[in-house]
Structure formats: structure tokens, C-alpha cells
């Protein structure tokens, strides 16, 4: 659960043996899907500190955060736990300074919270008075752990049993419960928090002033689809807000606990105990008082009588980021959404658009500025290769849209956002330093030229040069007060505006002739455009919106103001004639000295008591299951223990059985190691299996002992303008065989060592979600297992498989091509499946087309579309539909032994064709599932098929495609030859 809404990502699947333990392991990791983790540098020391409630895992040198977070301990432990009345074991805080993204997450796979160093550099969401932002990061991840692990009954007495670490009854909650307690009781607990901001909960009410608000099922569950894409959020903080306002304060905790104490029932038999309504009934309710809230707003913006401005840009399923004023009177609009990629448009003031030109990937912060050449500049995240997007920085790039050419001007020096100077010589940029900012002087070059201002305590956001260049507006934040101010760049010295209050006040911009400065103010309630007269001291509104009107700018000939407004919480672009002294005057006190912030909280003194990772807890394991199982003889007895340190540097799975009719001791253990930029995975195991050695119908029961060694890494080679992702697996396995039952085993030909590696690469283009294929992207897999008779190997074989897929765009919008081809090549003592590398309808043991053989070629087109959009579900948080997909397809495969002969091949080649349906969903609100069904026929046998389709969809990277014969998610079940296994004596 992170404060933000977390992008999905991709990971790389380990190939598994068809047993129970690792069945129950898939089951977990499948049903739970918020279990985050965060790369660390390997080279980082680690240090702790904490006290009776937390343990804070630190790197060295970064002890001031730490000593920040520890003061803070104390009050956030108790409001937290006074509020759901219960108590809270410790907890460990992994503090992560290797990012400039602003973040935290509460992840319950071992249980810890993390927090990031960087300060929000985005000030309009998390309430003006806020006055200190970890304070609201630490409430809100804090809340999640109070929440989701509380236990009680008999759910709370079995965690006892198998470990305090499963304790997570509260986890499949919806989603607007999961984040509307967070949301409230950051906003309870603190200075700020998104309740008390306009921004933010002006997303809510413009839904529901339109009748548009979404149903139950969609307050709970995120959709990859529609807007608004952190709708959990929004709706979370209306809705638990109306349950307390309604029932009682400590309405939600109620409710926790009761859910705690009856999990099955879930939140909406809780919900029901509560209120003595349905939840059906409940959520009727609640979108009355969310209506009579927004026209109760519409009717005081009506009263304003100031214009909202004509929309010259938008679209449902579209925004603008950022926006720019060009020297001959059009705007370039950077768009950005769910049905278009990342587009540079070019408008003119009747609406008309000039020119589109995409950009391909963009990470880039607003705001976006243009160069004397055309050239656009802005600030973007840069990631490590080998961080898999957990360590960044951002720097200072020049963006050539036609070309797609950037130039990274600075490096390393964490740039939010910039502004060149009037003479074309010199930026003004907004630098993190540590957990505060600085503002900076940076020369054409990238070369910092000195440090402008470094206030420990304070935030900067969007500085602009005047047109003089005789000072920088900024927005400046200090403790509670967020406030325009004027920096002199020659010696820095800060000028307020006027005196300073709890509205906030952003995104400054100058006119063309220096007179007015305009920006974002929420002093009405709202954030509404406002200018400031330079000359005259003056300030007036200018435009009265239903939900926040940002990034205000004005026409080179200063006749017209431009400015983004949030409409389906996506950004319109909108004008009105800039005639400021029309507006509404706002009488405000005159300047006074800039605010300094009360370093008392934020930047605490003393010492604290630092210690190593204390080994023995960090390692005590968080869960440990016992569960039945079976061998040869009869029943077993499992006990499965999972551990691993809060930062991840080691986890482990360990299953011990011992048989009670075989009274035989069995083990798989697994260690996972993450000190070194390679993963280093270790696994040693003895136990006993029944498998179809022989490739018939008969299983007969074995004991295999093995080890393993394997390194593996993931890199990201490139972001933008294409993503460019790839994993490396390379590793050894030794393995002894020895038969069960009637089974006996050659000696002579029972020890097997192999080595193994798989490659995996990507090149993902840009493209909308709603596209069902990546235009023009391509993924390749090959992976190879070979025995090594100089390491032993009594046995000989092979397996290599080669996978290509490329992907293509159609005429008609979202819908796209598949082509894929799928070579298995293998020979020797050991015999492997290929499951999901045949034509569809086909299996492995199929001799016709010789699909039985050692050596198979498949290839497959498939053309994909979208047949409708869906966003409702059942229950409250049973079950969401998001998509109903469908597809037609051509498979056509063979197999042979000895040498590939291509008209061999394609005489004895298979052909099957037919269409899929299918349905993207979300069970408890978070667990991806697909489901649906392949019909097809087979052409030479004439015959007709049907074959289920279950599977998780993968998002992200792969824009929400199912990779459907990827082998990496396939189980690779390893077979002997007839010759080498006999049946024994009855």
C-alpha cells in the first residue's frame, strides 16, 4: 500500500517443481499482490535504530532522516493505535534514500513499512497547511500496518500458530477502505493531509455533480482503463469519512475490528454490523451526501460570477501535463492518457490543432519549457540498470520532439523542475538535497554555477525568471505556509509577496511585460488562477473553476491567460482574455519577512543509538505453516517457514516433512540474496515425487536430492523513448535420482549436473493502455539446460527453447497483431514438456504432426481487439470486471528428431485456428486474474476444440498483455527416457 498509487511492474517468475509446498507459495505470492519490496544498493551499510514500537533500518550517513522518523515515533504510534483501539506489535521502517520519487509503502511480506527520503515536490495534494510531510507519509503507511494486521478470535489465535507475520486478516478489504482510513487519519493526525485538500477532493465532487460518480465495486478497485486512476484514494477518503461523520467517530475502527474478529464476512458483513444496512444501501446513501456536498460547492462557485475560461483541449480519456506558450501565438500541449500515446499538440486559440507529434516515453516532472531553438526542456528521471526502478535520480534534459534527440545536460543532480533566463544563458532549478531542496544556478552546459538558496526546512516548486531578469519567482513552502515569493539571483535574498496565511499559493508565471505575476491560490477554497500586480501591490482572481485551474500562463502578447483545469481527474486546457484588473480584487496584507521553518520537528538534535541489523530477530521467521502431505508410503507432515530481513538483503523458504509411514526426513530449502547487484539464489533439497517419467499414463514415485546455484539480474537498458527492459539467469544444478516403490533407477545412471540460463529481453514502444498490443514492440526468450559431464553428469542431455515474438499495430484503434514463434530443441537421457509451445488444441504427446518429438517448431498469428471496457463488479470487493477481450487466431507447428528438413516440416505441420474470449478482472479489489476460453478447430483432423484460459494478466511494461506460451510461466516438468527407469519386482 503506498501513499501514491504504485505503477505494476514486471518480475521475471521462478520455474518451479509440480509440488504442494511450492503450490501454497505461488498461492500466496499470487493473493498478495501489494507484498512491494525496494532495490537498495548493494553497497549500502546498514544501520538501526528504534524503540519500543519500531526499529528503523537506515543507511549510513543518513542519519538525520532517521532521528526525524524516530521523533516522530511517539505521537504517530499513539494516535493510530488510540484511534482503532488496539495494540500494535513492533514494526520495522526501512528508510530508502536512493530515490527522487516521493513515496512510501506498507508491505506485509515480512512486515515493514518503508519510507523515502525525497520531499514532495508536487505541493497542490497533500493539504497547504501541511508542515511536515513525513509526518503525513508515516501516519498514512502506519494506518495500513494498524489496519490490515489487526487480528482477533480465532484468526488472531491461529497467527500464534502460524506466525505473527500472516496476520493480515484485514488485507481484502476494499480498496476504498484500505485507503480512505489512511487518507482521514492522516488528515485527523496532522497539519495537512488530503481531506483539507481542495485539489484533491474536488476530483470526487466533480463526478458526482455530474452524475458520473462510479458504483461500489469501482470505489474499491483500480482500473487500468478508466480514470481516475487512484479513485481508492478519492473514494476511500469521501466514503470513510461519511461512515464516521454518520456513525460515529470511531465508526471505521469498529468496522476493523469486526472484520478482524469475522474474516470470511469480509468488509461487507463488518459493514453491515456497523450501520444495520447493507452495504448496498450504504453506498446509496453515501452518494446522496457526496451530491448534496457538490451542488452545495457549485452554488458558491456560481456566486463568484468569474469566468472558468474556454476549453480549447479535452477528452475522457485524455489530459494535458503541461502546457507552453510558442513566439508566434500557439500552445504546445504535452498530452498524455489512457487511449493516446504521449503526444506534443500543437493548438491555436480557436481550439484547432496545428500539429501532433508523439514523443515516445516520457518521465518527465512539469513543468515543461521551451528553448530559443524550439527545443523543449524539463526535468526527468533517470533509472539505474540494475535497480529495477527503485533507484533514480533526475536531471535536467533537452527534448527535441521531432527527432526524439535528448541531450541530459546535468548528472546526478536531482533537478525537479527549471527555467532558462531571459538572456538565454542561465537556469534556475529546483535540486533535492537529502530530504530538503535547494534552489540552483546551472549554466547551458549543465554546470552548477552556486547554491541560490538552502534553507534546511524548506521546499521549492517552479521557479520562472522575470522578463528582466532581475528575479526569480518561486514557490516557496516554510513549516505551514506556502507562499509565492521573489529571489534576487545575484545574492539571494527572499521577498514575500504579501503576508503570509494558510492558503497555498503555486505555479508563477510572469506576463510578457513583467507587470503581473500569475498563479494557482487556493484562497477561495479552490485552486483558482489569481494575479498579482508588480506595480500596484494588488491582487485579484481571475477565474472561479469547479475543481483546480493550474499552471497559468500568458500569451506572448499579453491579450490571453492559459491555464490547465482537472475535469474527469484529467487536466483540460483551457483561455480567457487576460484583462487581470477585470477580475475580483483580494485584499490582502501587506509583505512582511519571509517564514522560517520550526526545525524543532524536521530537523531534531541529538543522538541516537545506532546498532548493525540485529541478526537473530531480522531472521526469526514470519510465517510458519504446517500442512499434510503425501509420499510413497502414506501420509506426511510439512512445516513450511518463510523469513527474511525487512530490507530484503536475505529472505528464505524452508518446508521440512518428515513421513510417518516412511519415517524419511525431507527438506527444500531456498535462500534468496540480494547483497550483490546479481541476485544470488541458493537451494538444497531431498524429497519424494510421483511424475510421469515415461511419458505415458503411469506416474511412478521417485527421491530426487539436489542443489542449485543461481544468479540472476534484471536491467534496464532504456526508459525513453522506448523501453528497452531485459533478465539474465545463469546457474548449476546438481541432482541424484533414486526410484520408490516398484521403481529402480540404473546407478549407473542416477546423477545428473547440469548448468542453465535463461535470457529475456524486451523492446516495449510507447502506447495507451487500451491498446491490446505494443505497437511495433518485440520480446525475446532463449534459455538452455545442458548436462555437464565435467562436472559428473553420469547423464546426457539437453534443452534449449527460443521464443520471439513481434508485435504490430492495426488500422483500427487499440486493436493489434501477434506473431510468434516458438523453437524447442532437445536431445540425451532427460526429456522435457513443451507445454504451451504447441498449436493450440495440440499436446505433447500428439504423434500426429511428430508433436511428441524431441524437436518442435511452432508459429502463431493473432490478431487482438477490445470488445468493451467494463468497470462494475460484484459484491463489494468480490469480484471487478475491467475488459472482455477477444482475438482470432492461426497456429501452425511440427516436430521431428535428427535434422530439420523444412519440407518435411511443413508437410507433417499442424494447423489450428479458431477465437478467444476473455476477461480481465480483480478479485478482493487487488488480484489480477484473466479467465476466458480459446475455441478453435484443428484443419487436418477436422476436429473441435476448447481450452480454457486462466492466467495473470500481465500490466505495465507489456500494456496489460497475456504472454500466453511464455515458458518462464510455465512449470518445466523434467522426464527420464524408457531406458533408464524400470519398473522393480511386485
Avoid at 492522516?186 to 476530483?203: A, L, V, W
Amino acid at each position: 500500500m503506498t501513499i501514491f498509487e504504485r505503477q505494476n511492474k514486471i518480475y521475471s517468475p521462478l520455474v518451479i517443481k509440480k509440488n504442494v509446498i511450492q503450490c501454497i507459495i505461488s498461492i500466496i505470492l499470487m493473493l498478495i499482490p501489494y507484498t512491494v519490496s525496494a532495490r537498495y544498493n548493494p553497497g549500502t551499510q546498514w544501520k538501526t535504530a528504534g524503540n519500543e514500537h519500531f526499529i528503523v533500518y537506515y543507511p549510513k550517513g543518513h542519519e538525520f532522516f532517521a532521528k526525524r522518523v524516530l521523533s516522530l515515533s511517539g505521537e504517530v504510534h499513539s494516535d493510530v493505535t488510540g484511534y482503532f483501539g488496539v495494540k500494535s506489535r513492533r514494526v520495522p521502517i526501512v528508510l530508502h534514500p536512493q530515490t527522487d520519487t516521493f513515496n512510501g509503502f506498507y508491505s506485509p511480506f515480512p512486515n515493514r513499512i518503508s519510507l523515502y527520503e525525497t520531499p514532495a515536490h508536487e505541493l497542490m495534494g497533500f493539504g497547504s497547511s501541511l508542515d511536515n510531510v513525513i509526518d503525513l507519509v508515516y501516519t498514512h503507511e502506519y494506518t495500513h500496518y494498524v489496519h490490515l494486521t489487526t487480528s482477533r478470535g480465532l484468526y488472531g489465535f491461529l497467527t500464534k500458530i502460524f506466525g505473527n507475520g500472516l496476520a493480515i486478516s484485514n488485507l481484502y478489504s476494499p480498496g476504498w477502505a484500505i485507503e480512505g482510513i489512511t487518507t482521514n487519519l492522516e488528515t485527523k493526525f496532522t497539519t495537512g493531509g488530503r481531506g483539507r485538500s481542495p485539489y484533491f477532493k474536488s476530483k470526487v465532487l466533480l463526478y458526482a455533480r455530474d452524475n458520473k460518480l462510479w458504483g461500489m465495486s469501482a470505489a474499491g478497485s483500480l482500473s487500468q482503463y478508466i480514470p481516475p486512476s487512484g479513485r481508492i484514494y478519492h473514494s476511500g477518503l469521501f466514503m470513510v469519512d461519511y461512515l464516521n461523520r454518520t456513525y460515529g467517530d470511531d465508526a471505521f475502527a469498529r468496522l476493523s475490528l469486526r472484520q478482524a474478529l469475522h474474516p470470511i464476512r469480509g468488509t461487507g458483513g463488518a459493514l453491515r454490523y456497523v450501520t444495520g444496512i447493507t452495504p448496498k444501501q450504504f453506498y446509496k446513501d453515501y452518494q446522496k451526501d457526496v451530491t448534496v456536498r457538490a451542488d452545495s460547492l457549485r452554488l458558491v462557485i456560481e456566486m463568484k460570477g468569474l469566468p472558468s475560461g474556454t476549453t480549447l483541449y479535452s477528452s475522457n480519456l485524455d489530459g494535458v501535463e503541461s502546457h507552453l506558450w510558442t513566439n508566434h501565438g500557439t500552445i504546445l500541449a504535452l498530452r498524455k492518457g489512457y487511449s493516446s500515446k504521449n503526444t506534443l499538440l500543437e493548438i491555436n486559440r480557436t481550439g484547432k490543432i496545428v500539429s501532433e507529434k508523439d514523443t515516445g516515453i516520457l518521465l518527465n516532472e512539469p513543468p515543461i519549457r521551451l528553448m530559443p531553438d524550439g527545443n523543449l526542456y524539463f526535468g526527468e528521471t533517470f533509472y539505474h540498470p540494475f535497480g529495477e526502478g527503485d533507484i533514480d535520480v533526475s536531471d535536467l534534459v533537452v527534448f527535441d520532439p521531432v527527432t526524439h534527440h535528448r541531450k541530459r545536460l546535468t548528472h546526478n543532480t536531482h533537478i525537479f523542475s527549471a527555467d532558462l533566463s531571459p538572456d538565454g544563458q542561465t537556469f534556475i532549478a529546483v535540486c533535492r538535497s537529502g530530504m530538503w531542496m535547494n534552489l540552483m544556478l546551472v549554466d547551458l552546459t549543465g554546470s552548477i554555477i552556486r547554491t541560490l538558496e538552502s534553507n534546511p526546512g524548506c521546499y521549492w516548486q517552479s521557479p520562472c525568471w522575470s522578463p528582466d531578469g532581475k528575479v526569480i519567482a518561486v514557490t516557496m513552502k516554510a513549516g505551514v505556509y506556502t507562499d509565492i515569493v521573489l529571489v534576487d539571483p545575484n545574492n539571494g535574498k527572499i521577498q514575500t509577496l504579501f503576508e503570509a496565511d494558510l492558503y497555498g499559493d503555486n505555479d508563477p508565471s510572469f506576463s510578457p511585460d513583467g507587470r503581473w505575476l500569475v498563479f494557482s491560490s487556493s484562497r477561495d477554497g479552490l485552486w483558482n488562477i489569481h494575479a498579482w500586480d508588480m506595480h500596484n501591490s494588488c491582487l485579484y482572481q481571475l477565474t472561479s473553476v469547479y475543481t483546480a485551474a493550474h499552471e497559468p500562463r500568458v500569451s506572448p502578447d499579453g491579450k490571453t491567460l492559459s491555464f490547465l483545469v482537472v475535469s474527469q481527474s484529467l487536466n483540460e486546457l483551457r483561455i480567457l482574455p487576460f484583462e487581470p484588473l477585470n477580475g475580483q480584487k483580494i485584499q490582502v496584507v501587506k509583505k512582511s519577512e519571509p517564514k522560517t521553518p520550526d526545525l524543532t520537528r524536521l530537523q531534531p538534535d541529538g543522538e541516537s543509538d545506532s546498532h548493525g541489523i540485529p541478526w537473530i530477530s531480522a531472521y526469526k521467521p514470519y510465517g510458519h505453516i504446517p500442512y499434510p502431505g503425501g509420499d510413497d508410503k502414506g501420509s506426511t507432515g510439512h512445516l513450511l517457514l518463510l523469513g527474511g530481513d525487512p530490507v530484503l538483503l536475505n529472505s528464505y523458504v524452508a518446508d521440512f516433512s518428515y513421513g510417518i509411514d516412511s519415517e524419511r526426513l525431507g527438506y527444500d530449502v531456498s535462500l534468496i540474496n540480494q547483497s550483490f547487484w546479481p541476485k544470488i539464489n541458493v537451494r538444497a533439497y531431498d524429497g519424494s515425487y510421483k511424475d510421469d517419467f515415461l511419458g505415458g499414463k503411469e506416474k511412478f514415485w521417485y527421491r530426487e536430492r539436489g542443489a542449485e546455484l543461481a544468479l540472476g539480474m534484471n536491467v534496464i537498458h532504456r526508459v525513453v523513448p522506448t523501453q528497452i527492459l531485459s533478465s539474465i539467469i545463469i546457474g548449476s544444478r546438481a541432482r541424484q535420482f533414486k526410484g520408490l516403490e516398484n521403481v529402480k533407477i540404473n546407478p549407473e545412471y542416477d546423477l545428473s549436473a547440469s548448468v542453465f540460463g535463461e535470457f529475456n529481453i524486451a523492446r516495449i514502444p510507447d502506447a495507451p493502455a487500451r491498446d491490446m498490443a505494443p505497437s511495433w514492440g518485440q520480446v525475446m526468450y532463449v534459455s538452455r539446460e545442458e548436462e555437464s559431464e565435467v562436472l559428473g553428469s553420469e547423464l546426457t542431455g539437453y534443452n534449449q527453447i527460443s521464443i520471439l515474438k513481434q508485435f504490430a499495430p492495426s488500422p483500427l484503434k487499440h486493436h493489434g497483431f501477434e506473431f510468434s514463434a516458438y523453437l524447442q530443441n532437445q536431445g540425451g537421457m532427460i526429456h522435457y514438456n513443451n507445454y504451451g509451445l504447441l498449436p493450440r488444441g495440440y499436446s505433447d504427446d500428439d504423434k500426429e504432426g511428430g508433436l511428441d518429438k524431441s524437436k518442435t517448431l511452432s508459429l502463431s498469428l493473432e490478431y487482438r481487439y477490445p470488445l468493451l471496457f467494463l468497470d462494475h463488479g460484484l459484491g463489494v470487493n468480490f469480484i471487478h470486471f475491467n475488459l472482455i477481450r477477444g482475438s482470432v487466431f492461426v497456429d501452425h507447428g511440427a516436430g521431428w528428431s535428427g535434422t530439420f528438413d523444412a519440407s518435411v516440416w511443413g508437410r507433417e505441420a499442424r494447423t489450428s485456428f479458431g477465437t478467444t474470449i476473455s476477461t480481465q478482472t480483480h478479485i478482493f479489489s487487488f488480484v489480477p486474474i484473466e479467465f476466458g476460453a480459446a475455441f478453435g478447430y484443428k484443419l487436418r483432423e477436422q476436429e473441435q476444440f476448447v481450452q480454457a484460459i486462466v492466467g495473470l494478466p500481465l500490466v505495465g511494461e507489456l500494456n496489460n498483455n497475456t504472454v500466453r506460451s511464455n515458458p518462464c510461466l510455465n512449470m518445466l516438468r523434467r522426464r527420464f527416457l524408457g531406458n533408464y527407469i524400470t519398473p522393480g519386482l511386485p
